[in-house]
């Protein structure tokens, strides 16, 4: 294996000379090296022998004696070492910064210089760096992540180059496409790259860019302007006049601009400051490219624009700052067309980087906030394709191998025995949604022969393997059941945890307790025909329980899924010390934050055979995912400051075991009691209590919430028509207008 990799730019003359007399004795130094001919357009490709064929890299160093690299620093500012629209310089690391020099690497493409005679000028040196150049005298390289500014005079900073950005197999080198970078200028402010990082990593395809830190010492140094796809502007200080006029300059040439409460001011516009609204929580109306316009809150950066009467670029108002004062509106987003090449800037007054938990707000101001930050993302995923990126979600992963797990050998034993009989000769389980394959660890390592759509149930996984998004110790320390939950399928990744059960439990043994868990599902299912969506930090589980018809949960089954959602809010709310965190009910399946969130929902299916119910719980709520919604560790944070206290963060694994031993002890409560001995607690947690609402329509009968009826349908009553029992499979309830709808399938 190579220890080292060097690209090196070279005359083909030069090379064969150098390979005659310097031919390596073992592969300890692989030289990379793409040859630049004065009579060709394009650099010809060396045909070498096969102890000298090229390797292709991902990434590599060039190290340069001294004269060579006084040399090269004294040709900055003036023109790049090769022409930086040919040479993409793209990094490997998301928050590097871009480092003092310039590098060039091929990646096994074709790169043409901006001229011959620049490489004769590098030859000699370059010579002399392979020369002496062994895996002896070569220092090592820091890991990626930890190469900084200080990373020694002779280390180039080492960038990655994304091929298909820059090669098509039938055109050959695209010289006029833009790198995928992204560079973010903060004034070196580390703090503001990280928020600004954070909200585009979140907004952007990141399999296609690569993000920067621009540094102040660069900009004027560094010849980074052809090699970036957008220029991120969101310093806490004011620009000076020269760095003003390099992003102008960049903007002019074509470049793309995002400023987010920069000081940056293309031409036809000029800035006004409003100190009074500097930090404060502001109503933004933003249209959108449809011409509809979003109402949300921001917080203002205390200037606004205006435009220049002198006049210029080509202006677009995009956002307004709504006054106190009616019709009294600021413009805070513009966008800007600026030169003959089609330069392009949407610039910010708002704050669209800043997540509503990274500041020190009143639970007002927190709220107000939040309850924008969907609309936040909407609004900068739309800025930022307007300037040409990708904000198209990435391709669903591919359905991960199901691992079977147990509290204690005797559970996993039971289930092991039943599961063969269910089995073909070839290991295989037909399900309703999908095809199990029982595999086990070893063979799983050997890759499996899987029939399309089929998945790996691995069934000796050691409940002691840690998962990087699932925890077996704490699972199992936190559930309290007796039979519920007690044998798992976890997987990393699967369309939906129903899809890993359904067929499955009609025929289990009772007493087995399953539970499917996974820590990213790409196709969840809601009530109805609605999609859920499932990110990472999501708690997502289906939970197969089994009630006898003629039991008292049996004869008033829709009760089930307020068990369900009230046993979410329970397994937050009866930890020591969360009793106050504001997670509630809504009727008729979801978990919300307040009034004014939805948190999690619930969805139960049911196939009744002979007298039992077979009933899958399909459960998802949020809990470590802050963006772009609201989750429960939010919650916490915010208690946290609210009340100088120092609650923990809870986990996934923690939450599912404590809610399915909720759902277990409200079930037993039900089935000895009756909703009696439930609905107190349940009211308590609930949102309704004596709300007004409108049935049907905005126009409809005014109402006023009671209670659930007998058969844990909403009950409601209103002058025209007495008391009125709705049933959720046919309605909704509209939290933001009042309003129990007929719901639209």
Known sequence: MPSKIIPVLLQESILCELLEKQRPPSPTIVTSVQLCSPMAEKPLPCRLSADHQLLLSNKGSLFLIPEAKQRLEERRGSEPLCRTQDLASVGDSEDHSLGNHHYMEGHGHNLHLSNCHECLELEKSTILSVKYASAENITDLPDDNSVGLDSGDEILDELQHDANVFFDQSDGFQCNRKPPNILVYTGGCQERFHAVHQVLSECINMENYVIYHLLPQQVLSDPWLDNTKLLVLAEGQALTPQLQTCFLNFLGQGGRVLGIASTLCPAG?????????????????????????????????????????????????????????????????????????????????????????????????????????????????????????????NQSPDPSPVHLLATSQETKTAFLKWLQTRADENGLLMLSKTCLRVVSYCELQNGPLLPESCLALVTDSEESQRWELFNMETYSRNLKTRVLGRTLLYADVVTSTMDLLEGLTLHLPKDVGLIAIAARQSKGRGRGRNAWLSPLGCSMFTLSVEVDLSSRLGQRIPFLQHLAALAVVEAVRTLPGYQDIDLRVKWPNDIYYSKLMKLGGVLVTSTVIGSTFHLLIGCGFNVTNSNPTLCINDLIRQYNIQHNCNLQPLSCAQLIARTVSCLEALISSFQQGGPESILPTYYKRWLHSGTRVRLWSEDGPEAEVVGLDPNGFLQVHSKEQGLVSVEPDGNSFDMMKNLVVIKQH
């Not at 000029?270 to 921001?298: K, Y």
């Not at 220049?308 to 987003?333: A, N, S």
């Open 269 to 393: 516009l000029s800035m006004e400051v409003r100190e009074r609204q500097r930090g404060q929580i502001c109503r933004l109306s933003f249209t959108r490219e449809d011409s509809t316009e979003l109402d949300l809150s921001v917080l203002a950066s205390g200037k606004v624009y205006v435009r220049d009467i002198q006049g210029g670029g080509e202006v677009e108002l995009w956002g307004e700052l709504k006054g106190d004062v009616p019709h009294q509106r600021d413009m805070v987003i513009v966008k800007v067309t600026h030169g003959e090449d089609g330069g392009e800037a949407v610039v910010c007054q708002v704050h669209l980087e800043i997540a509503p938990d990274s500041q020190n707000l009143s639970l007002e101001g927190f709220d107000e906030l939040k309850v924008s930050n969907a609309l936040r993302y909407e609004v900068l995923t739309e800025i930022l394709t307007s300037l040409g990126l990708s904000c198209e979600l």
